[in-house]
């Protein structure tokens, strides 16, 4: 049974780098893509990007600009930055393990708890 | 404005059968499977159905997915109490090139 468990700073000032990062209990770590979404109040979810252990990233082009992911293999951990946060940043974020087939998505089959992630001055 | 449409809210009372509507488009699940998740706030959420219709093990027959064109649908069957929580669902966008997901359902039991 894999487990996320997700941790990084919740409080942030406007411009500071948002910090995220998650460990993998259980499972295979290589045979995944490891994804974080986030859910901003009152909103749905959106998708961050994705990274697999061979550093493949995909990054949601809105966020592109601003995001930086990576893996730590020995330690079945990945990460987010986000950089120049604003108060549109503010929400729960998820980290999740996307399944795929044939190239095509299957399902995000395990997630993180989620982390309260807010931006103010 | 989520990109996949959900109503923001249904209910039934126990034991009733009760679908939650999922609309996309042709790039994302007229084109791609959908898969379901249930999402109690506070908790991780849980995946329910993959592939449109496909259930995990440990996820109870109750629950059951359909997919026709561009939209998607999940059914819950024999509704309990604690059912009652959020639902969403989530699809491959080709435009996009990323995941998309719907804006959530909350499920009343009344």
């Known amino acids: 049974q894999v487990q996320l468990q997700q941790w990084g700073a919740g409080l942030l000032k406007p411009s500071e780098t948002l910090s995220l990062t998650c460990t993998v209990y259980g499972g295979s770590f290589s045979a995944y893509y490891w994804s974080w979404i986030r859910q901003p109040p009152g909103k749905g979810l959106e998708w961050i990007g994705e990274i697999n252990h061979s550093r493949s990233i995909n990054y949601s082009p809105s966020l592109q600009s601003r995001v930086t992911m990576s893996v730590d293999t020995s330690k079945k951990q990945f990460s987010l930055k986000l950089k120049s946060v604003t108060a549109a940043d503010t929400g729960v974020y998820y980290c999740a393990r996307i399944s795929y087939s044939g190239g095509s998505l299957v399902s995000l089959d395990s997630w993180g708890q989620g982390t309260q992630v807010t931006v103010s001055s | 404005q989520s990109v996949l449409t959900q109503p923001p809210s249904t209910s039934a009372t126990p034991g009733q059968r009760v679908t939650i509507s999922c609309s996309g488009s042709?790039?994302?699940?007229?084109?791609?499977?959908v898969s379901w998740y249930q999402h109690f706030p506070g908790t991780a959420p849980k995946l329910l159905i993959y592939t449109n219709d496909q259930r995990p093990s440990g996820v109870p027959d109750r629950f059951s997915g359909s997919k026709s064109g561009t939209s998607a649908s999940l059914a819950i069957s024999g509704l309990q109490s604690e059912d009652e929580t959020d639902y969403f669902c989530?699809?491959?966008?080709?435009?996009?090139?990323?995941?998309?997901f719907g804006g959530g359902t909350k499920l009343t039991v009344l």
């Open positions: 042709s790039s994302n699940i007229g084109r791609n499977t």
């Open positions: 989530a699809a491959w966008d080709d435009s996009l090139n990323g995941v998309v």
